[in-house]
């Protein structure tokens, strides 16, 4: 059985407007990574933001165990249900590491002794250096920030996980090491991972591989055209 | 909790922004701390001096009243006329009123004016000037040289009993006495070679046929006891007072029967507190005083009159306040939406990460409590503390300020609003010098209406055309140095419920301006259009 399913989905960013996704049909289990691809423009970030409840769709909606998540509460579904890692990690510039998991954490209305001490673990462990722990976030490298976003996304241990080009400007070992990550809470913590990249390789790590054209009606009928460049 | 401590934590992260909003509402509320006190300081001062002042009132015309004319027109002088002919309040009228429940004792006083044969009456050209305009306003042929005043009681002998006068020889007459017994002043005596136990013939000035004898048992003597210094400046009036001839009431009476002379009757109520002095006029609308007749005091008219530059400065921090609380108001709503505006990432990310809105509302509005908070009870006790110098020193300047706007307008009575065509007004002014306990005396009969009319013009005159003649006669009125011009205390609980409450508003304000930036904010507009 799915965790999260996508039914006859489509979305404009304005009434009336250019339809980014039509009639999208998708199913997501959990214990699994997919890879979202698709060419620059295509709607993947959209995507991920309808999943992630931050818009709501035009047709069609999201569900999660069987729950229609705009029908909900879309901040509770946000700080419990699902962990976004932002293409451009979206941390607050003004706390320092330790500070950005923990207040994740708060939302989420964890209730531990002590979560800035399983905050430092947790960051610890994704390869942030005990001396960067209480700096402020926007002195850190960006791959640093990658891994302070993935903490505070996983932070309250969410069932689904959803990232945006995790990889996009980091080296190759780095990416490697994210993907480590990504595969460990997939596959050892059961988490449902949703990951939107360009990258071959990663696409080719995943379990599922999602061709973001192939889920679009409309982009599918149009597949022909595409190569025609008419507009 | 964490959005409590969240917001706690963001203030310290924001320094620089959380001091310019800590000192904009800082100023606010030291401006506001100050003009509550100052206004504090008035209300306080006036309620206890008022409590404090033991009140003698008088029934008098209502000037406004008559001076209304009809359709707008000033009245004619034949209207005016009709007014004061018609004012005469009967003795048994004013002893009605003396009856209300508000009235603590009742006393009253007639003058009439009459001449002499055998003794002179102290003269100068100064004494003249003060005897006539001491004179019930009787200023043409019928008027005497010398103003025989009768008493109801001693109580009513207010020169004495605050020690204005004293007697130096002999006694004073028995109250309430119908024996045709006097005293008389010092000058008189020694200018005429007067002692007690001799006898005065009196002549009434309008029939030189009617005479009466009246023995002199005491002679008495202005002290300048008190507020020396104006007593000195009515240097003048004292020559009036030179002539003024005292017994008791029952025997002016007899005397004014025998002689035909005409008496001006004044009662005098005394109160025991502002608020039975307050309620006394309505009690005695209620029990049929005509409405062309007020209630008036002079202690009242005096003392309020004293705190004039404090109520100015009342004033003043009343429209200042407003104008602060305005500004500061609007200054701080700005500065509320643009941080927000400058902190919509920070919303935008909240929002993402799932803080719902109420939420983030509450924690700014948290931050904007606590410096709203630290800083207004900073400006309150800076404010408060510094109330009692700051509130003296700007009453300096505004007595001082009130003090040249009354010289412009013709010395300090000027400030006296009461139309000067009152004649038994103007004698009381010399009457009783000190002014600290100056009573107005109820004015029921002038004797004549022509009198009337003829004193308003003279007084008129004197107020426009020799500043410095107003200046002296006006003593019995207030001079400057009566200005209250200190206050010892100023913020009082009430201060401190007030700027609560400026608190409460100011954190309402911006607020409710933060509020409605964050519900603005679009988390996925904010994200996605940040890069
Ligand atoms: N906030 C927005 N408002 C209007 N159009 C948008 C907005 N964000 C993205 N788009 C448009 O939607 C399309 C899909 O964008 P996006 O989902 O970001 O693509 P991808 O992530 O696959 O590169 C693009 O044509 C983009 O111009
Ligand atoms: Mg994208």
Redesign the pocket.
């Known amino acids: 059985m799915s965790l999260m399913k996508i039914e006859d989905m489509s979305f404009a960013?304005?009434a009336g407007?250019?339809k980014?996704l039509e009639h999208v049909n998708a199913e997501f289990e959990e214990g699994k990574i997919y890879a979202l691809v698709?060419?620059?423009?295509?709607?993947?970030?959209?995507?991920?933001?309808l999943l992630a409840a931050l818009t709501h769709p035009t047709e069609g909606s999201i569900y999660v165990n069987d729950e229609d998540i705009f029908k909900g509460d879309t901040y509770k579904y946000r700080c419990k249900d699902v962990g976004i890692v932002f293409?451009n990690y979206n941390l607050l510039p003004k706390m320092n590491a330790v500070e950005n998991v923990v207040l994740s954490m708060d939302i989420a209305g964890i209730d531990l002794p002590d979560k800035k001490q399983r905050a430092k673990d947790l960051l610890i462990s994704l390869g942030i250096a005990e001396y960067d722990l209480d700096r402020p976030v926007l002195q850190l490298s960006g791959g640093q920030q990658q891994r302070v976003a993935m903490a505070r996304a996983i932070s309250y241990e969410p069932p689904i996980i959803l990232a945006?080009?995790p990889t996009g400007n980091l080296d190759d070992s780095t990416e490697k090491d994210i993907m480590a990550i990504f595969e460990d809470m997939a596959h050892r913590a059961g988490k449902c991972v949703i990951i939107?990249t360009?990258s071959k390789q990663i696409a080719n790590m995943a379990d599922v591989k999602i061709p973001?054209d192939e889920l679009n009606v409309h982009i599918k009928d149009n597949s022909l055209a595409e190569s025609h460049p008419v507009n | 909790m964490y959005i409590f401590r969240n917001a706690m934590a963001n203030i310290r992260r924001s320094k620089g922004r959380s001091i310019l909003f800590g000192v904009i509402v800082f100023i606010i509320a030291i401006s506001a701390c100050l003009a509550l006190s100052i206004r504090a300081a008035a209300e306080t001062t006036r309620a206890e001096g008022l409590k404090d002042l033991s009140i003698t009132g008088n029934i008098t015309l209502d000037m406004d009243e008559i001076m209304q004319g009809e359709g707008g027109q000033p009245p004619s002088k034949s209207d005016m006329r009709k007014g004061f002919q018609n004012s005469e309040l009967s003795l048994t009228e004013l002893e009605k009123y003396s009856e209300l429940s508000s009235v603590k004792s009742f006393y009253y006083t007639g003058s009439t004016s009459a001449n002499a044969s055998k003794i002179e009456a102290v003269s100068s050209s100064e004494g003249m000037g003060g005897g006539r305009m001491g004179g019930p306003g009787m200023d043409q042929e019928s008027s005497g040289d010398f103003t025989i005043t009768g008493y109801s009681s001693d109580e009513a002998m207010t020169q004495f009993a605050n020690g204005n006068a004293e007697i130096t020889d002999g006694k004073l007459f028995t109250e309430g006495t119908e024996d045709l017994t006097c005293v008389i002043s010092s000058s008189l005596a020694t200018y005429n070679s007067l002692k007690v136990g001799d006898t005065i013939k009196f002549v009434n000035p309008s029939d030189t046929s009617k005479t009466f004898k009246v023995k002199v048992v005491g002679i008495y003597k202005q002290t300048n006891s008190s507020s020396s210094d104006q007593q000195g400046r009515g240097g003048g009036m004292m020559m009036g007072n030179s002539n003024n001839i005292y017994m008791s009431y029952a025997a002016l009476e007899k005397i004014a029967k025998s002689a035909s002379l005409d008496v001006a009757t004044r009662g005098s109520y005394t109160f025991a507190s502002y608020e039975d002095y307050q309620k006394f006029e309505s009690q005695a609308h209620e029990a049929g005083l005509d409405s062309k007749y007020t209630v008036e005091s002079m202690d009242v008219n005096n003392y309020e009159h004293q705190l004039q530059p404090l109520e100015n400065l009342s004033t003043y921090a009343k429209y200042f306040l407003i104008i602060m609380l305005v500004i500061g108001g609007a200054v701080l709503l700005i500065l509320t939406m643009f941080s927000i505006r400058e902190r919509k990432y920070e919303i935008g990310v909240l929002a993402a990460i799932g803080m719902d809105k109420k939420k983030i509302s509450r924690q700014f509005i948290y931050e904007i409590a606590a410096i709203s908070m630290i800083a207004i009870m900073l400006g309150g006790v800076i404010g408060s503390l510094s109330s009692v110098p700051v509130t003296n020193k700007l009453l300096a300047s505004s007595v001082s300020s009130t003090q040249s706007e009354s010289f412009d307008r013709g010395g300090p009575g000027g400030q006296q609003d009461g139309m000067p065509g009152d004649p038994q007004d103007r004698q009381d002014q010399d009457d009783q010098s000190n002014s600290d306990s100056t009573e107005v005396q109820a004015t029921s009969a002038t004797t004549n209406s022509s009198d009337a009319d003829s004193s308003t013009d003279s007084a008129s005159d004197s107020g426009t055309t020799t500043a410095d003649r107003g200046d002296g006669d006006r003593m019995g009125g207030p001079g400057m140095q009566d200005y209250v011009d200190s206050v010892t205390s100023a913020a009082n609980m009430k201060v401190t419920l007030e700027m609560i409450l400026v608190g409460l508003a100011l954190i309402a304000v911006s607020g409710t301006a933060a509020m409605s930036g964050v519900m603005k904010y679009d988390p996925?507009?904010i994200l996605?259009?940040r890069d």
Do not use: N
């Open positions: 960013y304005s407007g250019r980014i698709g060419r620059s423009g295509a709607g993947k970030t959209t995507l991920l933001s293409q945006d080009e939107v360009h973001i | 996925l507009q996605t259009t």
